[in-house]
């Protein structure tokens, strides 16, 4: 008993530890760019949120056959598939209940949130076969369900999404051990199979490191190579910046698939990468990059640029 108080303990003052450091990133990020303040002050409601859930969070034990990790791993299988994952379904109900009350504080959405909690409470909606058809990537369950009960599809998808992140952030960060960082380097994450949704360039050699967009997991990739469509055509992959905001943000850009990914330099940083803040944070990079025609494969939060303008 004295044991599981301890570790209670410690997962708590982990988690404040950990929302602090994110609220504090987000008011500096947010002074050094006042348009970005709306944004970013969402951005705190919801990670605010998921950190206050995160010490209360179980996982259950995933068996790992060394033997099986190294063949799925040479022939690109990720180590889990999500929707076989067993949920904290109490958890990601209690999450999803707090981010309706965040989104409920943003006036354009605040009705679609409510018409959601009245299907819910009338029982139309349930939340334990959403998240496990979210887990399992099926979009087409969204789809109909939105449809089905005249719902906006991309209102229940960030729900589910942001309620499920800590639950497979918590799997990723007992997983990781399994990882092979030299031998991966495939365009989507070796832990749960998501792509990313951006990229660090790590230390004085650059590494470059892709952050996923489900687990957070970060795993090695190559510098010159398209983690969407893996081109490796020099002349096929380009990046730019601005010159306000200087090297440390970048967009890089795949003149094949014409998608993008944005990038943050460590070294020129000078300072711990939070990469949700980094990216909503540099929003008006997004912008750029959709005026000179590339597409963003994985939104921030689950939503597109046309969502957060």
Known sequence: MAAGKEISRKKTESSNAGLRKVSMRIDRVAKERPSHKEVLEFLKGVVTEQFKIKPGIKTHSVHMDEKLIKTKSAEGFPLVDKGDLKLDVASATNLFERLCNVLKRNTNVSADVEKIEQVISRKELNLDELFKKTAAKDAEYVAGLADRLNLKGEIISFLAENSLQPIFEAYADELKGHVDQETWQ???????????????LVGAERKKFLICSCCGYEWRFMRTKCPFCENEEPKGFKYFFTEKEG?????????????????????????EVIPSVEDMGTLYLDVLAKKEGYEREVHPLGFSIEDLE
Do not use: F, H, W
């Open 186 to 200: 495939r365009g989507y994450c070796p832990i749960c199979g998501s792509k990313p949704v951006m990229a660090e």
């Open 247 to 271: 090297r440390a943000y970048r967009v890089e850009t795949c003149q094949n698939c014409k998608k993008y990914i944005k990038t943050v330099d460590t070294e020129e940083l000078g300072e």
